[in-house]
């Protein structure tokens, strides 16, 4: 995913310490795979960081344009790096304009599969599978050293807190550390809020002529339904489930890939249109060799660990994962509550199965296997990985935009339920989520509503 326990910068897994205990805020948690970032820069200190724009025909039900749509994911450009190339991807998300080859250097794995792919290109898209090199949010300064999933040591991964302290160096920003949004009040001529100072404990209050609220889907929907006293009201929060397909590869790979220099971010892009598997387009993403991979399988064969230890080094040089997603149609939902415990507020958070989702995996298994098979890849799937509801961090649609909202929807500007000055800026205003990469989707729509708001 974009974003899990499992990816730990450094070593650290300080994007997920819960400072002002909102788990404790919180019931249902321990039943869904998603978690609340409170981290300067959130959960872009442990991303992957792949990126892909919407498709068209995806979001052709949202409020937004397609004009409009492509000229904020332009925008980003100037301050997110993005390596990409022109190739089958381009055609098939085109509000990201590529020009020149920027791509990161693929693996010799990566490379093999994606001549294998090319081979097969002409019979794939009859079939409705697209494929391409993995669009990323990193400078094109790779260095090769392998480090990308333990933190990049030259800092070429896009991370939001990189954009922050150039814009408080700058003086442009006022950065206030320590503060927790408890609650906001709209005025006539301006918003309150209302926030808790945690190294001092006081109750601080800021004002100003307008609101954004980035906060991340389960804080931003505790401190909107907080402010509107929205007790007991259910809002459903959308997903789009993943899961882990582990393969492997029929060739020997030469050289070693664990000695060649590399980056281990995900390395292809596989797309799926096929109206017998899913009304919307499936996603994968492919990862090549990686040292998680061998402290993976020691980790789940730990009592036989030291005698399968030549088996496990063996095999994982020969491993390819590939991670799919899914449209938020055919996935779990969560449903959330604002209730009253005592004399505080609590967030429930309920999983809601959905029956479309075992179908539309056994339907994407059938197809990945003849997908894989095409290309010399075998894919094992007995060791299929299913993800809990929220675990693929690709989230939101709490407040969905509307041109017309009612209650708690939000307007095309993220303004909930009739407020002027306050806007929703993170992915809680999405109508759906498709099943393509969400953050330079939630970047593009936060530039649109903050520079639409201001003008």
């Known amino acids: 995913a974009e974003s899990s326990d499992g990816e730990r910068p450094f070593g650290s897994g300080f994007q997920f310490r819960d400072p002002v205990g909102f788990a404790a805020m919180t019931s249902g948690l321990d039943n869904i795979g998603l978690k609340p970032s409170f981290a300067q820069g959130g959960l872009s200190n442990g991303w992957g960081p792949a990126v892909l724009p919407y498709r068209v025909e995806d979001i052709k039900d949202w409020p937004i344009g397609e004009d409009e749509w492509a000229r904020h994911y332009d925008a ?13 991807l381009a055609d098939l998300f085109p509000l990201l304009r590529v020009g020149q080859d920027t791509t990161l250097p693929q693996s010799t794995q990566a490379t093999k599969l994606l001549k294998r792919f090319h081979e097969r290109r002409e019979s794939l898209k009859e079939s409705g599978v697209y494929f391409g090199i993995a669009r990323q949010a990193v400078a094109n300064e790779c260095r090769k050293c392998s480090m990308c999933l333990y933190g990049c040591p030259y800092r070429l991964i896009f991370n939001a807190s990189h954009v922050l302290e150039r814009l408080v160096e700058s003086g442009q920003v006022e950065y206030q550390r320590g503060h ?26 800021h004002t100003g002529s307008r609101l954004f609220v980035a906060t991340g889907v389960l804080p931003t929907a505790k401190l909107v339904l907080e402010s509107l006293n929205c007790f007991d009201q259910p809002i459903v929060l959308l997903d789009s489930h993943h899961f882990l397909i582990p393969m492997i590869h029929a060739w020997w790979p030469r050289p070693d890939p664990a000695t060649v220099p590399h980056h281990t971010l995900t390395q292809l892009f596989i797309e799926i249109l096929d109206p017998t598997i899913a009304e919307n387009l499936v996603h994968f993403q492919l990862y090549t060799h990686n040292d998680h991979f061998a402290a993976d399988m020691r980790q789940r064969l730990r009592p036989f660990e030291g005698l399968l230890k030549p088996a496990i080094e063996h095999l994982s040089r020969r491993l390819v994962v590939a991670q799919g997603f899914l449209h938020s149609n055919e996935s779990a939902r969560m449903e959330l509550r604002l209730i009253r415990v005592g004399g505080t507020s609590q967030l429930s958070v309920r999983a809601i199965q959905n029956p479309r989702t075992e179908l539309a995996v056994k339907r994407v298994i059938e197809k990945w296997r003849s997908i894989t098979r095409a290309v010399g890849l075998y894919a094992l799937f007995p060791l299929l990985r299913p993800g809990l509801p929220g675990s693929s961090y690709h989230c939101g649609g709490t407040f969905p935009m509307r041109r017309n909202p009612e209650g708690l929807e939000t307007d095309v500007l993220g303004r909930p339920a009739g407020l002027r000055r306050v806007f929703l800026v993170d992915a809680s205003v999405f109508p759906s989520i498709p099943a393509s990469t969400i953050t330079l989707s939630v970047m593009a729509n936060a530039h649109r509503i903050a520079t639409s708001a201001t003008d």
């Open 180 to 205: 927790y949004a408890l609650r906001f009040d709209e005025a006539p001529d301006g918003v309150r809020l209302r926030s808790h100072h945690l190294p001092s404990g006081e109750i601080t209050e």
């Open 76 to 88: 980003l450009r100037s301050f997110v790096p993005i390596a990409s190339r022109h190739d089958d």
